[in-house]
């Protein structure tokens, strides 16, 4: 918490990959949403 947080007054939360059991980066997070995003597009239809 407190490397995102020095002052400790409320909690930030973090993604996770939790295949790996460590955080998620960027670039995972967005291919993520995508394909998220790519696969309701399709339902939509």
């Given at each position: 918490m407190n490397e995102y947080n020095p002052s400790g007054r409320?909690?930030?939360?973090?993604?996770?990959?939790?295949?790996?059991?460590?955080?998620?980066t960027v670039k995972e997070i967005i291919r993520y949403?995508?394909?998220?995003?790519?696969?309701h597009k399709c339902k939509r239809k």
């Open positions: 409320y909690v930030v939360p973090d993604v996770w990959n939790l295949k790996e059991s460590r955080r998620a949403m995508l394909k998220q995003l790519k696969t």
